[in-house]
């Protein structure tokens, strides 16, 4: 009885510990996802700027902050 119960103990913090790498792997899903969506939205918006050819000195600077923000998102998810 007792060397089953032991075996119940260690089966089930062998399930926590799955879940709860499951659940980190989701999380991270979650964020990459939402890095591909930011950086795909950033582009297309890029392309637009460039084809309406509103890409001035001004716009370009901000269009630089914008990636170094998003290269730090990137950097600071990994």
Same mark, same amino acid.
């Given at each position: 009885? !007792? $060397?089953? &119960? @032991?075996?119940?103990? +260690?089966?089930? +913090?062998?399930? *926590?510990? #799955?879940?709860? /790498? *499951?659940?980190?792997?989701? &999380?991270? *899903? @979650?964020? %990459?996802? $939402?890095?591909v +969506?930011? /950086?795909?939205?950033f582009?297309?918006?890029?392309?637009l700027?460039? &084809?309406?050819? %509103? !890409?001035? &000195? !001004?716009?370009?600077? /901000?269009?630089? @902050?914008?990636t170094? #923000?998003?290269?730090?998102?990137?950097?600071? !998810?990994?």
């Amino acid at each position: 009885m !007792a $060397i089953s &119960a @032991g075996r119940k103990i +260690g089966r089930s +913090g062998g399930r *926590r510990r #799955w879940t709860e /790498a *499951r659940r980190r792997r989701v &999380a991270e *899903r @979650g964020g %990459t996802l $939402i890095l591909v +969506g930011v /950086a795909f939205v950033f582009l297309t918006f890029l392309q637009l700027s460039m &084809a309406l050819n %509103t !890409a001035k &000195a !001004a716009s370009m600077d /901000a269009l630089i @902050g914008q990636t170094d #923000w998003l290269f730090t998102v990137v950097r600071t !998810a990994r």
